[in-house]
């Protein structure tokens, strides 16, 4: 089975930093391209940035390009996207997402995890 | 970057009623176009991708339809689990944009 485990988030002032995790699990993780996603709060979904199997090809929304960094580590089934200089607006529940190669549907989600920027 | 436009917004139906919901992009997006449901406090869950293929334990009664810039998301006969909002989304090209949402309501 396919799961996809989130972890970190929390309360942040602005300026602030913060890392998200997300372990995998059930599938070939390196195979996988990987995506978060955010929904702030009320609010609909938002794609934040996406990272390709081998870290050869790293995608970022215009909102976050510059302050955030995703990253992964394929011997430990692992993703994480590195937060800083965060703004009240990127108050979000922050998804990590499965995504065959960056052109796919995502088919997998986490539970997400809330950052509050405040 | 491509924006998709859904509509309506929000819909109050009955049980058992057929529900239509519609994506327009702003440019040719081929088949590229993928739905989903999100119910209060719950992950968003795929429901058709590329825009009319079910998927995997998706129920029947979800299917989608049309290529290029016009797509639809039927809902026959609907259940009141189906209380949910709905976002459609594009693969076709980055940055990955979805449409605002449709929020479906029961009666």
């Known amino acids: 089975e396919v799961e996809l485990v989130q972890s970190g988030g929390g309360l942040v002032k602005p300026g602030g930093s913060l890392r998200l995790s997300c372990k995998a699990s059930?599938?070939?993780?390196?195979?996988?391209?990987m995506t978060w996603v955010r929904q702030a709060p009320g609010e609909g979904l938002e794609w934040v940035s996406s990272?390709?199997?081998?870290?050869?090809?790293?995608y970022y929304a215009d909102s976050v390009r510059g302050r955030f960094t995703v990253s992964r580590d394929n011997s430990d089934n692992s993703l994480s996207l590195q937060m800083n200089s965060l703004r009240v607006e990127d108050t979000a529940t922050y998804y990590c997402?499965?995504?065959?190669?960056?052109?796919?549907?995502?088919?997998?989600w986490g539970q997400g995890t809330l950052v509050t920027v405040s | 970057e491509i924006v998709l436009t859904q509509s309506p917004e929000f819909q109050s139906v009955t049980p058992k009623e057929k529900v239509t919901i519609t994506c327009r992009a702003s440019?040719?997006?081929?088949?590229?176009l993928h739905w989903y449901q999100q119910r209060p406090g719950q992950s968003p869950k795929l429901l058709i991708k590329?825009?009319?293929q079910s998927f995997s334990g998706a129920p029947s009664r979800f299917s989608g339809s049309g290529s290029g810039t016009d797509f639809t998301l039927t809902i026959d006969s609907l259940e009141v689990e189906d209380a949910a909002t709905y976002y459609c989304?594009?693969?076709?090209?980055?940055?990955?944009?979805f449409g605002q949402g449709t929020k479906v309501e029961i009666k």
């Open positions: 059930g599938f070939n993780f390196g195979s996988y391209f």
């Open positions: 440019q040719d997006i081929g088949s590229s």
């Open positions: 997402v499965r995504d065959f190669s960056g052109y796919e549907p995502y088919d997998s």
């Open positions: 590329f825009a009319s």
């Open positions: 990272i390709s199997a081998y870290s050869t090809h790293l």
């Open positions: 989304d594009q693969s076709i090209s980055f940055p990955r944009t």
